[in-house]
């Protein structure tokens, strides 16, 4: 009779264990989705804020087309990228392009002392600013719960409660392939 409690015991044991191995990949899941969703709010921020810096820039330096048009394409690349269902490799890259094209737009202040002065162009090119600290913050918060989860899938024993309940590794946000936020930003003239 006591051989047959203490096996119910650890039976007991067993299925609580599982029940909260189960609900911390759950929890940790939710955390790295939720951070995804802050990254995407701030992406959303900067998308809103490019057409009004755009025309803010097309007044004093309408000859500067090409660098616009850059700022512009890049924009609609990213967006597209966004809402995609691509890799993050593809996502980091368009966001990576799209940096670089605003670089290129605050290069342009140097060289147009009544752009630079404007108002409007300083609250964009703050806001922006804050905007894309904002967005690293968040990419640093999602890959940082990316990691844990990822970790959580890899040892022992949560590796076989992960690969029981099908949860599989996530990706992380990283600079695309194409080097371009890792160079700083030429502008000629």
Known sequence: MTILWIIIAILVILIIWVIAAYNRFITSKNRAEEAWADIDVQLKRRYDLIPNLINTVKGYAAHESGTL???????????????????????????????GALKSVFALSESYPDLKANQNFLSLQGELSDTENKIQAARRFYNANVRDYNTMLQVFPGNVIAKSFHFGPKELFQLGTDDVAKNPVEVKF
């Open 69 to 99: 048009e850059a700022v512009v394409s890049a924009r609609n690349s990213a967006m597209a990228t966004m809402s995609g269902s691509g890799s993050l490799a593809d996502k980091g890259a368009a966001e990576n392009q799209l940096s």
